[in-house]
């Protein structure tokens, strides 16, 4: 579902970032060698499902806000696989089904990939890890996701810029944490840090974060010991 004057669609370099080994796990990450159970119990009820697993490759679609237990990535990652976007009937142009997210030059290698929306399973959180991690979204691409995702659940199109507004705060609390992990700091008390509150804010970082004044608290990020 294109919007008007939207750059439609997009290449690679718009929808992925460069791949940090200090940033967080954040949805949109692509994973390779990631557990997926398949179930096939036949057309009858009382049959023995027959249960497969197989290694592929999978999006992680857990919220931000939901990944993590204080600070900590929590036990259990909810993914969807990703496949080629033409066996999809995905095209080039992003049309097709609305039960993907088109995943542009993923690889490299010049196709067009997808995370299938119909292929969602639950993995534990030591198959998403920065050494098995293959991409990240750029903040346009995760916006992409999450409104595709809508698409997906209730058939309704959210702007884009409505999208980015939502979740701007979220995205610059990772990006605070990348730089937070950069500087060399225990990584699981980032949060706690962003809830203490700021003598020279007035609240706390987290609140801040919401308000807009990402600037604030980056400039208490670099003045913490």
Known sequence: MREPGADWPLNRDAFFRQLTPRRPIFQGDVFRDVPYIKGQGGDRLDAEP?????????LALTYPCEMYARGVLARV?????????????????????FSACPLPDLFGDGMLWAADFLAIGNVDRSYLTEVNRVASLTERGWAYLRQRLAIYLTRVAIHLEDLHQAGRATWDEIELWEQW???GRRSSEY??????????????????LERGMRHLVASALLGSP
Request: charged share 30%.
């Open 191 to 208: 949060q706690d840090w962003l809830d203490l509150p700021d003598p020279n804010i007035g609240f706390t970082r987290r609140q801040a």
């Open 77 to 97: 990652q909810t993914v969807a696989l990703v496949r080629e976007g033409s066996k999809l009937g995905i095209s080039n142009e992003w049309r097709g089904p």
């Open 181 to 183: 992990n950069a500087l």
């Open 50 to 58: 027959k249960v497969r697993i197989e290694r592929r490759t999978a």
